[in-house]
Protein backbone atom coordinates (compact mmCIF):
# COMPACT_ATOMS: atom_id res chain seq x y z
CA UNK A 1 0.00 0.00 0.00
CA UNK A 2 1.23 3.57 -0.51
CA UNK A 3 2.57 5.75 2.12
CA UNK A 4 1.60 9.15 2.12
CA UNK A 5 2.76 11.89 3.99
CA UNK A 6 0.50 14.41 5.13
CA UNK A 7 1.69 18.10 6.56
CA UNK A 8 -0.56 20.36 7.87
CA UNK A 9 -0.27 24.00 7.53
CA UNK A 10 0.66 24.12 11.12
CA UNK A 11 4.09 21.17 9.74
CA UNK A 12 2.32 18.85 11.36
CA UNK A 13 3.00 15.45 9.48
CA UNK A 14 0.90 11.95 9.27
CA UNK A 15 1.97 9.41 7.18
CA UNK A 16 -0.66 7.22 6.61
CA UNK A 17 -1.06 4.16 3.69
CA UNK A 18 -3.71 4.02 1.48
CA UNK A 19 -4.99 1.23 -0.55
CA UNK A 20 -3.64 1.02 -4.20
CA UNK A 21 -6.87 2.61 -6.66
CA UNK A 22 -8.17 4.48 -3.92
CA UNK A 23 -8.13 8.11 -4.45
CA UNK A 24 -5.86 10.81 -2.49
CA UNK A 25 -9.39 12.40 -0.89
CA UNK A 26 -10.66 9.01 -0.10
CA UNK A 27 -7.51 7.99 1.59
CA UNK A 28 -7.39 11.09 3.28
CA UNK A 29 -10.81 11.21 4.63
CA UNK A 30 -11.28 7.71 6.06
CA UNK A 31 -7.90 8.63 7.87
CA UNK A 32 -9.32 11.56 9.26
CA UNK A 33 -7.14 14.15 7.68
CA UNK A 34 -9.43 16.90 8.73
CA UNK A 35 -8.31 19.50 6.48
CA UNK A 36 -9.81 17.52 3.35
CA UNK A 37 -13.62 18.26 3.22
CA UNK A 38 -14.83 16.88 0.02
CA UNK A 39 -18.48 18.19 -0.29
CA UNK A 40 -19.02 17.01 -3.26
CA UNK A 41 -18.02 12.98 -2.69
CA UNK A 42 -15.22 13.25 -5.20
CA UNK A 43 -17.18 14.29 -7.97
CA UNK A 44 -14.60 16.94 -8.90
CA UNK A 45 -17.49 19.82 -8.23
CA UNK A 46 -16.54 21.41 -5.04
CA UNK A 47 -13.20 22.04 -4.69
CA UNK A 48 -12.70 21.37 -0.97
CA UNK A 49 -10.16 18.66 -1.42
CA UNK A 50 -7.89 21.10 -2.63
CA UNK A 51 -4.01 20.16 -2.14
CA UNK A 52 -0.07 21.35 -2.65
CA UNK A 53 1.85 18.30 -4.12
CA UNK A 54 5.78 18.58 -3.18
CA UNK A 55 7.32 18.99 -6.38
CA UNK A 56 9.18 16.44 -7.17
CA UNK A 57 6.14 13.97 -7.11
CA UNK A 58 4.20 16.13 -9.54
CA UNK A 59 5.21 13.86 -12.45
CA UNK A 60 3.84 10.76 -10.80
CA UNK A 61 0.34 12.47 -11.23
CA UNK A 62 -2.44 11.61 -13.65
CA UNK A 63 -3.15 14.46 -16.37
CA UNK A 64 -5.57 17.31 -14.82
CA UNK A 65 -8.57 17.33 -16.60
CA UNK A 66 -10.32 20.38 -18.13
CA UNK A 67 -12.67 20.19 -15.36
CA UNK A 68 -10.02 20.19 -12.42
CA UNK A 69 -8.41 22.45 -14.30
CA UNK A 70 -11.43 24.60 -14.36
CA UNK A 71 -12.09 23.83 -10.57
CA UNK A 72 -8.79 24.53 -9.76
CA UNK A 73 -9.60 28.47 -9.83
CA UNK A 74 -12.26 28.30 -7.08
CA UNK A 75 -10.23 27.33 -4.05
CA UNK A 76 -10.57 28.96 -0.62
CA UNK A 77 -7.11 29.18 -0.51
CA UNK A 78 -5.43 30.25 -4.06
CA UNK A 79 -4.61 27.70 -6.62
CA UNK A 80 -0.28 27.76 -6.81
CA UNK A 81 1.48 25.40 -9.95
CA UNK A 82 1.72 22.36 -7.92
CA UNK A 83 -2.01 22.44 -6.43
CA UNK A 84 -4.52 19.59 -7.24
CA UNK A 85 -7.71 18.11 -6.59
CA UNK A 86 -7.04 15.03 -4.25
CA UNK A 87 -10.22 13.31 -5.54
CA UNK A 88 -8.43 12.78 -8.94
CA UNK A 89 -5.75 11.16 -7.87
CA UNK A 90 -5.78 7.70 -7.61
CA UNK A 91 -3.19 6.22 -5.66
CA UNK A 92 -0.51 3.82 -7.62
CA UNK A 93 2.61 2.22 -5.58
CA UNK A 94 4.92 4.76 -7.64
CA UNK A 95 3.21 7.52 -5.56
CA UNK A 96 4.40 5.15 -2.39
CA UNK A 97 6.33 8.36 0.26
CA UNK A 98 4.70 11.28 -1.77
CA UNK A 99 4.07 14.72 0.34
CA UNK A 100 0.98 15.99 0.16
CA UNK A 101 0.96 19.52 1.67
CA UNK A 102 -2.75 20.69 3.34
CA UNK A 103 -3.61 24.12 2.63
CA UNK A 104 -5.15 25.91 6.18
CA UNK A 105 -9.04 25.86 5.10
CA UNK A 106 -10.90 24.81 2.14
CA UNK A 107 -14.18 26.60 2.44
S1 LIG B 1 -14.18 16.08 -3.49
FE1 LIG B 1 -15.24 17.67 -4.53
S2 LIG B 1 -13.83 18.27 -6.05
FE2 LIG B 1 -12.78 16.73 -4.98
Not at 24 to 47: F, H, K, P, R, S
Not at 85 to 100: A, F, N, W, Y
Amino acid sequence: MPKVIFVASDQTRREIEISGGWSLMEGAVQNDVTEIVAECGGGCACATCHVFIEPAWLDKLPEQTPSEKDLLDCTAVPRQSNSRLSCQIKLTPEMDGMVVHLPQRQT
